[in-house]
């Protein structure tokens, strides 16, 4: 009896597991977070502070998937013996894990609903291996007890057996097509911790904060900046083996390596980057610390023929883009960045080298893992998002956010403070005002900004009566221009239209 039930709970630890190794092995092929690695993340993101702080002295990486792998062990072999009672009971455990690593997947930055995939794909794996197990430990503990030992016994016991090691067979297969396909990945990684980079780390301004709880960081840290690309797999770029070839309508080709990049860097700035698709009051926004070369030199050493209008950029995933010609020359600090933040550029964010252009939305400019640009005429190209509708030249368009009160909360009647951000990239904002109730405009007191090209965060007091509220933002820039309350969509170049936020004061 109690040996049986020992084999119960090593059926649910090698169905578990099998489970959990194909889940690492697509997940590593598509340059995804693991469900564990999502756990393992959600734990750190999470955790107090103080556990945090002890963890980075004492080897917390280290521990935490070891520790994640040794709970998840005693959660299987649990699952197993429930199995043993009901079968939809060994289900329903295997489900319940799995929920937990496709929220941890979810709340990653960037995940969508298709990085539940390979979750999804590990619950089937756990669960089939599960009813195959299970059905041979049945047929073991059916035969009589006084068999015990004897012939049909023993068949049965190496039928099970041969079910646990093929399980084992799959577990480790996908292990080793998980370290295979994650190896490109890995070597960036043991790269990027090589690297020094010529770079000073950020320095957040004096004044560029208004103290609001509730409002965004001046500063998105990395991790926390919105993600958008078309690759199913992030390009692992090794970036002593990067080169970036300009060409087309040019007197002379260039080709740079990482080297020469990294040699001519120089420019440094805090600087803005924005989706077209971002809806009113939406997230698609992040301001970062970029540092690399100034675009503008490198195209100009090139020299761009009479009747050359744009640049045609191409990733190494074959993504391209069409930037305006002038909005690398007129003197904007248009760079080709290795770092973001003060540390090499993450993957997902274009390692080892992407464009940045104050002042356009990144889908005419900011390509990620770029390694092609091509002098060329607007007549004579179209881009991946051209091609579907989008707007030719994607120069930002003003807006501005409400970030605090968030919508339907509650705060104290009287004084209200109401924060958020603005911004014109290469504009630059003027004033930001706010409105109550449809009545007159207030304006809000703006934090300081270093340049034009990022976003400013503003805020105001209002005098608010109790009951329910609706607040309105809108911002003027530094030409003059009040921002448009016309509604437009984000199709097909960038929405516009004041954002309003409902809240209740008791
Ligand atoms: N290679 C590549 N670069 C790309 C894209 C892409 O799909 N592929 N998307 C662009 C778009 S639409 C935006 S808004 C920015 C987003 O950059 P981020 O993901 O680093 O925030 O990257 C731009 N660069
Ligand atoms: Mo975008």
Redesign the pocket.
Known sequence: MKRSSAAWALAGVVAGFAGIAVDYAVTEGANQASAIEAVAVFVRDHAPADLVNWARENHGKAITIPAIVVLLALFFGAVGRLARRRWWLGVLGFAVISAVGGAAVLAGN?ATVAYLLPVALGFAVMTVAMALLGERLTRLQAVDDDDVFGEAWRGHRRDFLVVVGAVLGVAAVSTLVGRYLGRDEKAVEAEQEQLRLPVTPPVVPDGVRVEVDGVQPWMTPADD???????FSKPAILAKEWKLRIHGMVEREIELTYNDLVTRAGVEAWIT?????NEIGGD?I?NAWWSGALLAPIIAEAGPLPGADCIKQT???G?D?ATPLDTITDGRQAMLAIAMNGEPLPI???YPV?TIVPGL???V??????VDMEITRFDDVEA??TQRGWGELGPVKMASKIEVPANDDEVAAGEVVVAGTAWHQHTGIEGVEVQLDGGPWTPAELARVPNTDTWVQWRVALDVEPGDHQVTVRATDQAGEVQTSVRADVLPDGATGWHSVEFTAS
Do not use: M, P, Q
């Open positions: 960037g900046f919105y993600l958008i690309d078309t690759v980057l924005n989706c077209v698709s698609l992040g990733s190494h995933d993504w883009c997902e964010h274009g992407r939305y990144g889908y400019s900011a390509t990620k893992w770029v991946y998002w």
